[in-house]
């Protein structure tokens, strides 16, 4: 049959294409808590069959899903079931996901508010819902965008404009060649990511002045250097690690008073904020002039989503809104691509306005809190075993060394082939460990006696 035949009879064929597509993942879904939460190699070995030619002819939709089915889905990291602790990954809400599928059914590409109200609507009540439940100031301007790396570059875009405005510079004009220097701190322990759009910012990696930090990992606060000129400064909420917090407190009142620009990187941790057991923890944050965090972290919406938030809105827009003959710049309405580096783009807010509506502040805080207690159940039991915790387990990052780095690689390639959990390894100031993050919505307690009993059981063979 010629394409365009079959394309009008798959139209036909939607539903039932649509419903072969929920049963497959729903199918997914209920198999991830019994299967290895790795992807066993012979099905990692299975995706050599996806190198064929690029196809001539077309192909039933159906057989396509199938296809797409038996050979990734067997393939994929069990990231959205219950005992997944590698990196900082959340899982995803089911009404998250729901949500998410309903947006691609709407396919609203969310630059304007004009041509997409409905979407951008979601997204200015989802913006003032974060803001309540983060306790950032109120009329805090904010961006949906992939993740907290470019969280980071739309915040620190907003930072250089609003620096050099000041200092009578205009950059997205003219650039940075002749502009005057900026003065940029950031910890020692801040993300790579963080340096990476600095770097993208023409602010570069290395002419970063690295503040030392403590045993954390949080900046010390005795160390800051002399603030003069345009500066920016960065902090973080949340070391990857250890999950420790800079002390704002003590850094955020000299650094404003000094005139710097303040910028807090929170890719999970600023959600130890809508905690109110946790919220001491980010004491004086609300001092800084932007934050970024990551909704597919710990809020629990399927990837991509993180959200730049900045207290004036007017140096956000004036590093990202466009002027373009045919593009509606000004409007009434929030247009969400004036906050954005993208211009088309899809509907962030909706899952994260979803899983607001349905959680509440309460469900949100149960969350948060569940995830922090259960980090420390890994950590009790796991040094009631014998092991060394590393860490303070002050928010949900845990980590734990097994001997030396050598049985401690050892023990975490046991663990991952176990496959009852998931957890990576990584090296804290020296010491090669295990690095366990609970941020799941699906983790339930016995998922981490289950999955202690595993690492214990491993790291003793
Ligand atoms: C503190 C911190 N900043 C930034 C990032 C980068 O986030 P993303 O991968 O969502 O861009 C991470 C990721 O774990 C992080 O922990």
Redesign the pocket.
């Given at each position: 049959m010629e394409p365009v035949a079959r394309a009008l009879r798959e139209r036909v064929g939607l539903k039932a294409l649509l419903e072969r597509s929920f049963r497959r993942a729903v199918a997914y879904l209920e198999s991830l808590p019994d299967r290895a939460v790795r992807p066993l190699p012979d099905a990692v070995e299975r995706l050599a069959a996806l190198d064929e030619p690029l196809p001539e002819s077309s192909s039933a939709a159906e057989d396509v899903l199938a296809r797409l089915d038996e050979l990734v889905s067997p393939a994929t990291m069990a990231m959205a079931g219950p005992r997944f602790f590698g990196?900082?990954i959340g899982g995803s809400l089911p009404v998250a996901l729901a949500a998410n599928w309903l947006a691609g059914a709407w396919d609203q590409n969310t630059g304007y508010a004009s041509s997409t109200p409905g979407t951008s609507r979601l997204e200015v009540v989802a913006l003032r819902w974060l803001c309540e439940l983060l306790d950032l100031p109120a009329g805090t301007a904010g961006g949906f965008v992939t993740?907290?790396?470019?969280a980071?570059f739309t915040a620190l875009a907003a930072a250089r404009n609003s620096v050099l405005t000041r200092a009578g510079w205009a950059v997205e004009a003219d650039g940075l060649f002749g502009a005057p220097p900026i003065h940029v701190i950031a910890g020692e322990e801040s993300?790579p990511?963080?340096l990476k759009s600095l770097g993208m910012l023409g602010l570069g990696r290395s002419r970063v002045t690295r503040v030392p930090v403590d045993a954390q990992g949080r900046m010390r606060a005795d160390a800051l250097p002399k603030i003069s000129g345009p500066t920016i400064l960065c902090l973080?909420a949340?070391n990857?690690n250890t999950g420790a917090f800079d002390p704002f407190t003590e850094i955020c009142p000299v650094a404003r008073a000094a005139g710097a620009w303040i910028h807090v990187?929170g890719?999970?941790g600023l959600w130890a904020r809508a905690a109110p057991e946790l919220a001491h923890l980010t004491r004086g944050i609300e001092l800084a002039d932007s934050w970024a965090t990551?909704a597919?972290k710990w809020l629990n919406v399927p990837y991509d989503s993180?959200i730049a938030f900045v207290r004036d809105g007017g140096p956000l827009r004036a590093a990202m809104a466009i002027t373009a003959e045919y593009l509606p710049t000004e409007s009434a309405n929030r247009n969400p691509s004036d906050y954005t580096p993208e211009l088309s783009r899809r509907a962030r807010g909706v899952e994260i306005w979803a899983v607001l509506r349905a959680l509440g502040r309460q469900g949100v805080r149960e969350m948060i809190e569940r995830n922090c207690r259960q980090a420390r159940r890994f950590a009790e039991r796991l040094t009631a075993a014998g092991h060394e915790v590393l860490n303070d387990v002050v928010l949900n990052q845990v980590l734990v060394k097994f001997g030396d780095a050598a049985k401690t690689r050892r023990a975490i390639e046991a663990i991952q082939e176990d496959g009852t959990c998931w957890a990576g390894v990584t090296v804290w100031q020296g010491h090669t460990a295990m690095r366990i993050s609970v941020c799941s919505w699906a983790t339930t307690d016995e998922d981490v006696e289950r999955s202690v009993d595993a690492m214990i059981r491993c790291a003793a063979r």
């Amino acid at each position: 049959m010629e394409p365009v035949a079959r394309a009008l009879r798959e139209r036909v064929g939607l539903k039932a294409l649509l419903e072969r597509s929920f049963r497959r993942a729903v199918a997914y879904l209920e198999s991830l808590p019994d299967r290895a939460v790795r992807p066993l190699p012979d099905a990692v070995e299975r995706l050599a069959a996806l190198d064929e030619p690029l196809p001539e002819s077309s192909s039933a939709a159906e057989d396509v899903l199938a296809r797409l089915d038996e050979l990734v889905s067997p393939a994929t990291m069990a990231m959205a079931g219950p005992r997944f602790f590698g990196f900082v990954i959340g899982g995803s809400l089911p009404v998250a996901l729901a949500a998410n599928w309903l947006a691609g059914a709407w396919d609203q590409n969310t630059g304007y508010a004009s041509s997409t109200p409905g979407t951008s609507r979601l997204e200015v009540v989802a913006l003032r819902w974060l803001c309540e439940l983060l306790d950032l100031p109120a009329g805090t301007a904010g961006g949906f965008v992939t993740g907290a790396t470019v969280a980071n570059f739309t915040a620190l875009a907003a930072a250089r404009n609003s620096v050099l405005t000041r200092a009578g510079w205009a950059v997205e004009a003219d650039g940075l060649f002749g502009a005057p220097p900026i003065h940029v701190i950031a910890g020692e322990e801040s993300h790579p990511t963080l340096l990476k759009s600095l770097g993208m910012l023409g602010l570069g990696r290395s002419r970063v002045t690295r503040v030392p930090v403590d045993a954390q990992g949080r900046m010390r606060a005795d160390a800051l250097p002399k603030i003069s000129g345009p500066t920016i400064l960065c902090l973080q909420a949340g070391n990857v690690n250890t999950g420790a917090f800079d002390p704002f407190t003590e850094i955020c009142p000299v650094a404003r008073a000094a005139g710097a620009w303040i910028h807090v990187d929170g890719a999970f941790g600023l959600w130890a904020r809508a905690a109110p057991e946790l919220a001491h923890l980010t004491r004086g944050i609300e001092l800084a002039d932007s934050w970024a965090t990551d909704a597919h972290k710990w809020l629990n919406v399927p990837y991509d989503s993180g959200i730049a938030f900045v207290r004036d809105g007017g140096p956000l827009r004036a590093a990202m809104a466009i002027t373009a003959e045919y593009l509606p710049t000004e409007s009434a309405n929030r247009n969400p691509s004036d906050y954005t580096p993208e211009l088309s783009r899809r509907a962030r807010g909706v899952e994260i306005w979803a899983v607001l509506r349905a959680l509440g502040r309460q469900g949100v805080r149960e969350m948060i809190e569940r995830n922090c207690r259960q980090a420390r159940r890994f950590a009790e039991r796991l040094t009631a075993a014998g092991h060394e915790v590393l860490n303070d387990v002050v928010l949900n990052q845990v980590l734990v060394k097994f001997g030396d780095a050598a049985k401690t690689r050892r023990a975490i390639e046991a663990i991952q082939e176990d496959g009852t959990c998931w957890a990576g390894v990584t090296v804290w100031q020296g010491h090669t460990a295990m690095r366990i993050s609970v941020c799941s919505w699906a983790t339930t307690d016995e998922d981490v006696e289950r999955s202690v009993d595993a690492m214990i059981r491993c790291a003793a063979r």
